[in-house]
């Protein structure tokens, strides 16, 4: 439809963000208050910041008694705050593609807006505790600056002109800012500008969703 058209790109992902068994495991949130939607949330980025431990399994059951819960219940909730938790900073998603995301499940108001917010402010730390949960470290990008290279005289040049592209990429690995410099000739570059646009392409089919929501 026109109005499905008009979403912003993220705002679309947002909306397939969160799944049916999501909502059976995050619905009783909906007669939380901000402050215990955030308490809930904060349980949940440390359960995925430090795993599960014998402290963490009384906080659970703490917030269980103290919101009429069982254990169980509560625990499926935090796993289902991990995995938005997860998710949002992997596509880097805003507030409001949160808030979308949650009212998809029947979230709104005030347990949807302070559960957004959390998520963005954790953003940083729940993507360090993905990658050290892989076992990978990812470069950070910092800048990038490029110019173009073409002779445009000598001997054996014959009126054909080469240009060139030469690239330097700065990124931060371990702390330290890292340089990379890279040559192409046109044609390779506009290769893989060609490959990069059909993979962003894929980001928008049904395969790909699919895949997002078993990872």
């Known amino acids: 439809s026109s109005l499905e058209r008009g979403l912003p790109r993220k705002a ?3 909306e397939t963000l969160l799944n ?3 909502k059976k495991h995050l619905w009783w949130m909906s007669k939380l208050g901000a402050e215990e939607s955030t308490a809930m949330f904060s349980l949940a980025a440390d359960m995925l910041h430090q795993g599960s431990t014998p402290d963490t399994d009384r906080q659970i059951g703490s917030a269980a008694k103290n919101l009429g819960m069982e254990v169980e219940e509560v625990s499926n909730a ?14 880097s998603l805003a507030e409001e593609d949160l808030i979308l995301a949650l009212s998809g499940i029947g ?11 959390a998520c963005v402010q954790s953003r940083e730390q729940a993507r360090q505790d993905v990658q050290e949960g892989a076992g990978v470290r990812f470069a950070r990008y910092k ?6 290279e073409c002779t445009v005289g000598g001997r054996s040049l014959r009126s054909v002109t080469e240009p060139g592209y030469l690239l330097r990429v700065v990124t931060e690995e ?21 490959s990069l646009r059909h993979a962003l392409q894929e980001e928008k089919g049904g395969h790909y969703r699919k895949v997002v929501r078993l990872t």
């Open 143 to 148: 800048s990038a600056d490029w110019r173009l």
């Open 78 to 91: 935090l796993s289902a705050l991990s995995h938005l938790s997860t998710e949002a900073a992997r596509q």
């Open 20 to 22: 049916a068994t999501h």
């Open 107 to 117: 979230l709104s108001g005030e347990p949807a807006a302070a559960i957004a917010q």
């Open 12 to 14: 679309k992902m947002a």
């Open 174 to 194: 371990g702390g330290k800012s890292v340089a990379h410099t890279l040559c192409c000739d046109y044609p390779s570059l506009k290769g893989a500008v060609s």
